[in-house]
């Protein structure tokens, strides 16, 4: 019963930045923990930032530094902040979160983010 929205994907240059948002809806709602990951063509999907309910963050080592991972928790919404873009960042991006009590996991339909040269 719980969605998930992403928003703010397209297309930016090299050494640009991008911030993307996840929304989540549903009747009764709490969430956990929030994440984004992300997938190339052929590749695996990756973690790229999380985020839980009392804000403890982690990112993945190819975008520590870069990227920054944020929420509104009244908005049941989070945020990933993208700067000095790459190519190798060119992407499906995907949200994901967690049920309060971790018992459900939800993932949004993907935004694609694409990085030119």
């Known amino acids: 019963q719980v969605q998930l929205v992403e928003s703010g994907g397209g297309l930016v240059q090299a050494g640009g930045s991008l911030r993307v948002s996840c929304a989540a809806s549903?009747?009764?709602?709490?969430?956990?923990?929030m994440d984004w990951y992300r997938q190339a063509p052929g590749q695996a999907r990756e973690l790229v930032a999380a985020?839980?309910?009392?804000?403890?963050?982690v990112y993945g080592n190819s975008v520590k530094g870069r990227f920054t991972i944020s929420q509104d928790i009244a908005k049941n919404t989070v945020f990933l902040e993208m700067n000095s873009l790459e190519p190798e960042d060119t992407a499906v991006y995907y949200c994901?979160?967690?049920?309060?009590?971790?018992?459900?996991?939800?993932w949004g339909q993907g935004t694609q983010i694409t990085v030119s040269s």
């Open positions: 985020i839980t309910s009392g804000g403890s963050t």
């Open positions: 994901h979160a967690f049920s309060c009590t971790m018992e459900y996991q939800y």
């Open positions: 549903g009747d009764n709602i709490c969430i956990g923990a």
